[in-house]
Nanobody
Framework: QVQVVESGGGLVQAGGSLRLSCAAS????????MAWFRRAPGKEREFVAG????????KYTESVKGRFTISRDNAKNALYLQMDYLKPEDTAVYYC?????????????????WGQGTQVTVSS
């Protein structure tokens, strides 16, 4: 059984930084794509960043390019999201997700395992 647990959310002022972590268990972690999604109040869940376990560069949604960095440590079964220059519009619940595929998808339906989410609040 795959379990995914996020941590690292919190309250930060605009322009500040936070680092989210995701711990995943299960034998397929190191082979499958992983991603971060977020859901802002009153909005649909959206893709933020995703990463294959090797090869291709990470993918980001346009609004976070140059500010967020996704990385993973397969030896530790961990996924990270470094968020810099945070803006109030980044306020959301952030979710870590594991795909059953090796390729990163922007569609949440391609991800089978999800964490419970961690709240990120950016004050202006």
């Amino acid at each position: 059984q795959v379990q995914v647990v996020e941590s690292g959310g919190g309250l930060v002022q605009a322009g500040g930084s936070l680092r989210l972590s995701c711990a995943a268990s299960g034998p397929s972690f190191s082979r499958n794509a992983m991603a971060w999604f977020r859901r802002a109040p009153g909005k649909e869940r959206e893709f933020v960043a995703g990463l294959r376990w090797y090869g291709s560069p990470p993918k980001y949604t346009e609004s976070v390019k140059g500010r967020f960095t996704i990385s993973r440590d397969n030896a530790k079964n961990a996924l990270y999201l470094q968020m810099d220059y945070l803006k109030p519009e980044d306020t959301a619940v952030y979710y870590c997700a594991q795909s059953l595929q090796t390729e990163v998808s922007f569609e949440d339906r391609e991800y089978a395992y999800w964490g419970q989410g961690t709240q990120v609040t950016v004050s202006s």
